[in-house]
Each structure stands twice: as C-alpha cells, then as structure tokens.
C-alpha cells in the first residue's frame, strides 16, 4: 500500500484482556516506531524497531507491553492484562533510514478503550 | 528529559486574520518538524526544517527555525476554516542508536467563519 496502516482501527476491551494491534509499514521502510496518544496530548514514544531488532524499548509503560518485527516488517503490539489507563491511541510510523533519521510517516492509529 | 512546548495551547481565530503558533524545546536539534492532525485522523506531515534559519511556506502556513533560540514559530495568514485542526511540533534528538521524536502537546486551531 501506499501509507502506514494499523488493524484494528478501533478496540474495546475488558479490563485484564489482552489486545494484539498490528502495523504494516511503508514498504522497504527499516525503522519502526511504536506511539502513544492519550486524549489532548501529543504522540509519546514507546518502542523502536530497526529491521527485526528492537533496538529501544524505554518508552513501554510498564512489563505488560510487548512489541514485535519479527520479520522486518509488519509489527504487532501487544497489551497483557489491560487496565483503563491504558486507553489511548497508538499510533505506528515507519521512516525510510535506519535509525529514524528522516520524516516519519504515521498509520491511523488504533484506539483502545479498556473498560 | 527533554521537553517541548507549544503556545498557545487553543487558538480560536476569525477568517481572514493572522497568527503565530510557537514550538519552544529544551535542548539542542538541527531538526523541527510539524504535523497536523484532524479529529479521529493521523498526522499529516507538513514541513520539515532541517537547519538553523530554515523557512518554509505552504499555502497559507510558513514555519520557521531558530535553533540557537530553540524556537520554532508557526505562521497562519489570512486564515480560513479549512485549516481548523490541531498542530504538533516534534523535534528529534540522536540517542546512542536512533533519533527519537519528542513532540509537544498541540495546538488546537479552530478557524470561525
């Protein structure tokens, strides 16, 4: 495709279920960047992804975030045992460079709602 | 940690006037970027400033960047409604392996008829 695109668009959750949001990348984009966008506030970064390497993961809220690449290119985020603060809009970006050393192209975004 | 504000936080401005939207960041970047994002939507890449002094200009918005003042303004003429969205400045910064993306908390445009 064209642009960045993330399934689902939308997710609504029972407190303590787990979710998967997926990522497909730009096509030949090396960097992935994973984001975080509660309500009125600007996108803050979870986790970075250079091909199939996570090479950052210090923005991941706390253990019950994981994220994969495992081949290089669609992403899946994964939240275990959600809880209401973790409803927000995540948002995936890939770039062309490695590092992330260009503009980032963002998807739509997946809003999850934990009940 | 590195922090980056944007000023003011809500604008509401008629049709046809000017305004300036203002990025302030706390520590050294060459590089500035600015996105819009409508209601429910992505964000939309508008411009990229790459060096100190850079300007740029798109229709009806021109960015520009200090970076000695660590500053970025955001400049709207003669607004119209279409333009009515809210505006993220983001700055990047290398770490040991990647250039990671700050962004500030938006400014929420909203352009009267």
């Known amino acids: 495709g064209a642009g960045v695109s993330q399934s689902p668009r939308y997710k609504v959750a029972k407190r303590g279920q787990d979710v998967a949001l997926r990522c497909d990348p730009i096509?030949?984009?090396?960097?992935l960047f994973w984001y975080q966008q509660a309500l009125g506030q600007g996108p803050e970064f979870l986790t970075y992804f250079q091909n199939e390497a996570q090479l950052d993961k210090s923005g991941l809220p706390s253990d019950r975030f994981f994220a994969e690449r495992p081949e290089g290119s669609v992403s899946t985020l994964k939240i275990q045992r959600t809880q209401q603060e973790d409803s927000a809009v995540y948002l995936c970006?890939?770039?062309?460079?490695?590092?992330?050393?260009?503009?980032?192209?963002f998807g739509p975004g997946t809003r999850l709602t934990v009940l | 940690e590195l922090k980056v504000e944007q000023n003011p936080l809500f604008l509401s401005m008629q049709e046809g006037k000017n305004y300036t939207i203002y990025c302030n960041y706390s520590t050294t970047s060459d590089r500035l970027y600015w996105y819009r994002q409508d209601p429910g939507k992505s964000l939309e890449s508008l411009f990229v400033?790459?060096?100190?002094?850079a300007v740029k200009q798109e229709g009806r918005l021109m960015a520009s960047l200090d970076t000695k003042a660590r500053l970025s303004t955001l400049h709207i003429t003669a607004a119209v409604h279409d333009l009515s969205a809210t505006y993220f400045c983001a700055v990047d910064v290398f770490l040991y392996n990647f250039n990671k993306f700050y962004f500030g908390s938006g400014t929420k445009l909203n352009v009267k008829p």
């Open positions: 096509s030949g984009h090396v960097s």
């Open positions: 400033l790459l060096s100190n002094g």
């Open positions: 970006a890939s770039s062309f460079l490695p590092r992330g050393d260009n503009e980032q192209f």
